[in-house]
């Protein structure tokens, strides 16, 4: 007889919309009450013991279900697990759990046992649709007829109150492998699941008032679809209808653009979709939370729209994948060979050798003894690690010091040409490309105007070929097995997960593109992305040494005033790696707020257009543009500030009034972090205008915070040149490579950009 488990103490607070149910649960009686009523005494405090006499039932009873319950939350109340063959099997949910638990990797005996099933049913699903570990790596999807064997894309989602069709994209090709093993988190998936249900009831409700068909129908849809992205076979799969009969919307789809297909028979609408989304989601890296979330607002707007309102139809379409229409991916092959063919050769073996690297950058030359006693090493340890760097040409010996005893010492120091990186930044009018060694100088820079209206497809081209010129210029330079990586600093916000430029300012004809993805298809090393601000912050710590060993911000001036934070030893980044955005908290410290109640979109963060416009309304006369140089508001605002520095009333006015709008912000950021340091570039902080942010944020940040008593905070400007963003950029490469970090080097690079 099975040993009754052991009391686990209470089972913790209830969340309120799971006591509703368990309480309706033991009011109807039935297998449900018992267990539901197991829960709510156990949540009381009572133990196994009491709960078996109150409710008559074993305490083997009352232990299994509070374990249950502890590991599946109210799901696990909901089935019971039974030995043998069901009468019936849902395959979707089969993938879905088995996709979900570990990426796809989990064993078919543990779903087995999570949904009482057998393991040999559960392995036939899993060669069905092809997910066992010994298939090929692109899955099948046996719809009715089965999809292309292929990457397989959740496309869109079309509901009216006929119908409800999932558009799926399809493309012969090995789908890549996500690194960092992207899934979907429950919290998505239940607000998805909650979303789709109040669509479809909507959908349904509004069906049973009359044949309120949308003018923008299932038809129009689809063929927007096949606009939108000609480069994926596209399949239209029927979820549901209101007649029952799955297809039956296949005489609106456009004859020979898109397949019709129904859902798996043994799979119903909900667990199929569930199981699209998860095979998306763990095979995709750009198919992050932000897609589904967007999927997720578009339902909901359907779902509490008024009956009569224009909302007739959810008609939620992915804008882009990777591979944007237009580009060749069948070129990537040749775009590799021209491309560097180092792939970071260096490998740091352990902490410890990040921790001496990190010390000796930060000094310049430092001896070994003096590297002990920094770090805390043994001076054994500190020697072995110093010789294999020497072994590897990351370190080099400097002159040697006299000593007033023993040997003289050899101090030893970062060499600056044992690796290199490409760093790339995209503005609204210019691509910037530096390629930097180890001590932060620039070995090549080139650079090329662009223009916001520029097809995408053709602006990833030219980035693509901005990065292999400037290489292939750098080549005589850069030894091909120090060469790490490229780093790419693009405006926020961005989706660091998905690698996806969601809306940058000038610029949106970019917006949702996947740039990272895009990006490595042209080259075969790693390529990070970083918002601009944040990696002129991880530059400055690089290059900048001791001056930059500590806590600090650095505002960047560019199109819009942003925010790179270094806290705590490391980039600070955000959940979403957004942190830094500056705007915002400058109009909330001017209190300017909008009608809606939301903050301004302040025009001084926008220096290059607020100076030369406040400059005008001054009095200022706009000055003729010099020939070779920017134009647009680039050139106007340069303009300005030598207009400033000259002397000019009207320019100086405009560029002070700016700066202080941008200390005002910069107050409450050190306010709220607490800091000591701001760093001020970007390249629009230039040599003209530096005076007048200097003093004015200076004189901000000191006369008006709540501890000005407690701190003087410096305000410096920054060590990297006009092209910061860029050399942060190419930085974000070493940063990620030498800064030491306590977590795995796995775990750290899953955190890193892309």
């Not at 054994?380 to 370190?395: C, E, N, T």
């Not at 400097?398 to 010492?409: H, L, N, V």
Request: some cysteine; charged content about 20%.
């Amino acid at each position: 007889m099975p040993e009754a488990p052991q009391d686990d103490g209470p089972v913790g607070s209830l969340p309120p919309e799971h006591r509703a149910v368990l309480h309706r649960w033991a009011a109807e009686g039935g297998p449900l009450a018992t267990r539901a009523s197991v829960v709510l005494l156990a949540a009381e405090g009572l133990r196994d013991a009491e709960i078996s006499r109150r409710l008559a039932v074993s305490r083997q009873t009352v232990g299994t279900w509070r374990q249950r319950w502890r590991s599946a939350g109210i799901d696990g109340l909901g089935h019971r697990p039974r030995t043998g063959r069901p009468a019936t099997v849902d395959e979707a949910e089969v993938v879905t759990r088995t996709l979900l638990a570990t990426g796809g990797g989990g064993a078919s005996r543990a779903v087995a046992r999570e949904l009482g099933l057998s393991h040999a049913t559960v392995a036939g699903i899993r060669r069905r649709w092809r997910l066992s570990p010994d298939e090929t790596p692109a899955p099948s999807v046996p719809t009715r007829p089965p999809l292309p064997s292929g990457e397989v894309w959740v496309m869109g989602l079309y509901v009216d109150p006929r119908r409800a069709v999932l558009l799926a994209g399809t493309r012969q090709e090995v789908p890549r492998q996500s690194a960092a093993g992207t899934v979907l988190g429950t919290d998505v998936l239940t607000g998805l699941d909650r979303a789709v249900e109040a669509a479809l009831s909507a959908s349904m409700a509004r069906g049973a008032d009359g044949d309120a068909s949308p003018a923008y129908g299932l038809a129009e849809y689809l063929a927007e679809a096949g606009r939108s992205h000609p480069d994926l076979g596209l399949h239209a799969i029927t979820l549901w209808d209101a007649a029952g009969r799955p297809g039956s919307s296949q005489q609106s789809a456009p004859e020979g653009s898109v397949t019709q297909h129904q859902i798996p028979a043994r799979s119903t609408w909900r667990t199929f979709l569930r199981a699209m989304i998860a095979l998306d989601s763990t095979s995709h890296p750009e198919s992050s939370r932000r897609v589904y979330l967007d999927l997720a607002a578009e339902l909901e707007r359907y779902a509490t729209a008024r009956p009569d309102a224009p909302c007739a139809a959810v008609r939620w379409l992915r804008e882009n994948v990777a591979g944007h229409p237009g580009t060749d991916r069948r070129a990537d092959s040749t775009a590799r060979s021209q491309s560097w063919s180092g792939v970071n050769q260096i490998d740091l073996g352990s902490f410890n050798e990040c921790v001496v690297i990190e010390t000796v950058r930060l000094s310049g030359t430092i001896t070994r003894g003096e590297i002990a006693h920094r770090t805390g090493l043994t001076q054994q340890s500190v020697s072995r690690i110093a010789r294999s760097l020497l072994d590897r040409g990351i370190l080099i010996e400097d002159a040697q010091r006299r000593a007033t005893s023993g040997k003289p010492r050899t101090p030893v120091r970062l060499c600056g040409t044992a690796a290199h990186a490409l760093g790339i930044h995209i503005d609204p009018e210019v691509l910037t490309a530096v390629v930097i060694d180890l001590d932060g100088a620039i070995v090549r820079t080139r650079t090329r105007p662009v223009t916001a209206d520029i097809d995408p497809a053709e602006f990833v081209e030219r980035v693509a070929t901005l990065g292999r010129e400037t290489l292939a210029e750098a080549r005589g330079s850069v030894r091909e097995d120090g060469f790490l990586g490229i780093g790419v600093a693009v405006p926020g916000p961005v989706d660091i997960a998905s690698g996806t430029v969601l809306g940058p300012p000038l610029m949106s004809a970019w917006g949702d593109l996947p740039l990272l993805y895009l990006l490595q298809d042209h080259f075969p090393c790693p390529v990070l992305m970083e918002k601009d601000s944040t990696a002129a912050a991880a530059g400055e710590r690089w290059i900048g040494r001791d001056r930059r060993a500590r806590d600090f911000a650095y505002l960047y001036l560019g199109t819009g005033v942003g925010t790179g934070l270094y806290l705590n030893g490391d980039l600070y980044r955000g959940i979403s790696a957004n942190a830094g955005e500056f705007g915002q908290l400058c109009a909330i410290a001017l209190g300017r707020v909008a009608k809606d109640g939301r903050p301004e979109i302040l025009p001084e963060c926008n220096p290059p257009v607020s100076v030369p416009e406040l400059a005008v309304r001054g009095g200022m006369r706009p000055a003729p543009a010099a020939p070779g140089r920017t134009s647009g508001s680039t050139a106007a605002y340069l303009a300005v500030g030598e207009a400033a520095a000259a002397g000019d009333p009207a320019a100086a006015a405009a560029v002070r009034e700016v700066a202080q709008a941008v200390g005002r912000g910069a107050l409450g950021m050190v306010d709220l972090l607490d800091i000591d340091l701001i760093v001020l570039g970007g390249p629009f902080f230039t040599e003209d205008v530096a005076g007048f942010y200097l003093d004015e944020i200076a004189r901000t940040v000191n006369a008006f915070p709540t501890a000005r008593r407690l701190r003087r905070v410096a305000v410096e400007p920054s060590v990297l040149s006009a092209e910061a963003a860029a050399v942060g950029a190419a930085s974000t490469i070493f940063h990620a490579t030498f800064t030491p970090r306590l977590r795995g080097r796995e775990s750290r690079a899953r955190h890193l950009p892309g």
